[in-house]
Nanobody, 122 residues
Framework: QVQLVESGGGMVQAGGSLRLSCAAS????????AGWYRQAPGKQRELVAA???????NYADSVKGRFAISRDNAKNMVYLQMNSLKVEDTAVYYC????????????????WGQGTQVTVSL
């Protein structure tokens, strides 16, 4: 199996920064596409940022210019740098990835992390 574990969440004042990390472990060979999603109370889960295996990035309009997604293929890590945080960024942030498994010769599988809380206060 493959596990994704997020870290780096917490409480920060508006205007501050946080860096989220997503570590993939288990029977993983490589991460293909990956993304960060968030879900605020009473709202649907939404895509915040995504990165392809080739490094192409996409962002939700609400975070463009403030958030940056990156990856370290050697470490099977995905990151989300969040700057100029706003109160409306408060949510549980989830890592999602398409990954290949070391114990299987073919196939790509989708995985979710358990989420990390980000709370931005005035």
């Amino acid at each position: 199996q493959v596990q994704l574990v997020e870290s780096g969440g917490g409480m920060v004042q508006a205007g501050g920064s946080l860096r989220l990390s997503c570590a993939a472990s288990g029977n993983i060979r490589s991460i293909n596409a990956a993304g960060w999603y968030r879900q605020a109370p009473g709202k649907q889960r939404e895509l915040v940022a995504a990165i392809t295996s080739g490094g192409s990035r996409n962002y939700a309009d609400s975070v463009k210019g403030r958030f940056a997604i990156s990856r370290d293929n050697a470490k099977n890590m995905v990151y989300l740098q969040m700057n100029s945080l706003k109160v409306e960024d408060t949510a549980v942030y989830y890592c999602n990835a398409d990954a290949t498994r070391a114990d299987l010769h073919f196939g790509t599988f989708n995985y979710w992390g358990q989420g990390t809380q980000v709370t931005v206060s005035l």
